[in-house]
T-cell receptor
Framework: AQSVTQLGSHVSVSEGALVLLRCNYS??????LFWYVQYPNQGLQLLLK??????LVKGINGFEAEFKKSETSFHLTKPSAHMSDAAEYFC??????????FGTGTSLTVIP | DAGVIQSPRHEVTEMGQEVTLRCKPI?????LFWYRQTMMRGLELLIY????????DSGMPEDRFSAKMPNASFSTLKIQPSEPRDSAVYFC??????????FGPGTRLTVL
């Protein structure tokens, strides 16, 4: 069975500081992994995804994530937080039959 | 492509009334998902379809909820009768194979 755990439902960082949002997964098949962002009153949009190949994946807005199979992790990072990064972030993993399994989300606050 | 289209964007109704939410997936996508999002419960998968066939409806909260996908370009989520606890944002998403899900803008439902 597939599942996703996001550690920390709320994360606060200062503007310009490193952003680190944690995601661990369990999967019985080789996973596809995703990070989505949701801005207030909007739908979810894809930040980045890992399917195969290079384990360090770069996404939009300066975000990147590294697939670490040995740690079953797919943590999201950004070197320098911007005020516009304040949003809800969801990690997801695919299972069999096209179903996605989303984490419970992490709310990122950026402090000026 | 216009992306996933949902209608209406906002719906306010009274308890006991029937509510129908509509979704048009991205052309060529073979999977369609209905989600519900609330502050208390986060993002919940209600039901998903592969090639217009319902695969997993275990997330549908009760018999008041029903979903159909009569063809590859249209799906409905119906609540009859509606209750105040159904108030939430309902998202539709579509995907092709196990690739990323594309989310619609959501329908904000308020049941008075």
């Amino acid at each position: 069975a597939q599942s996703v755990t996001q550690l920390g439902s709320h994360v606060s960082v200062s503007e310009g500081a490193l952003v680190l949002l944690r995601c661990n997964y369990s999967s019985s098949v080789p996973p596809y992994l995703f990070w989505y962002v949701q801005y207030p009153n909007q739908g979810l949009q894809l930040l980045l995804k890992y399917t195969t190949g290079a384990t360090l994946v770069k996404g939009i807005n300066g975000f990147e994530a590294e697939f670490k199979k040995s740690e079953t992790s797919f943590h999201l990072t950004k070197p320098s937080a911007h005020m516009s990064d304040a949003a809800e972030y969801f990690c997801a993993v695919t299972g069999t039959g096209n179903q996605f399994y989303f984490g419970t989300g992490t709310s990122l606050t950026v402090i000026p | 492509d216009a992306g996933v289209i949902q209608s209406p964007r906002h719906e306010v109704t009274e308890m006991g009334q029937e509510v129908t939410l509509r979704c048009k997936p991205i052309s060529g996508h073979n999977s369609l998902f209905w989600y519900r999002q609330t502050m208390m419960r986060g993002l919940e998968l209600l039901i998903y379809f592969n090639n217009n066939v319902p695969i997993d409806d275990s997330g549908m909260p009760e018999d008041r909820f029903s979903a159909k996908m009569p063809n590859a370009s249209f799906s409905t989520l119906k609540i009859q009768p509606s209750e105040p606890r159904d108030s939430a944002v309902y998202f539709c998403a579509s995907s092709h194979l196990s690739n990323e899900q594309f989310f619609g803008p959501g329908t904000r439902l308020t049941v008075l």
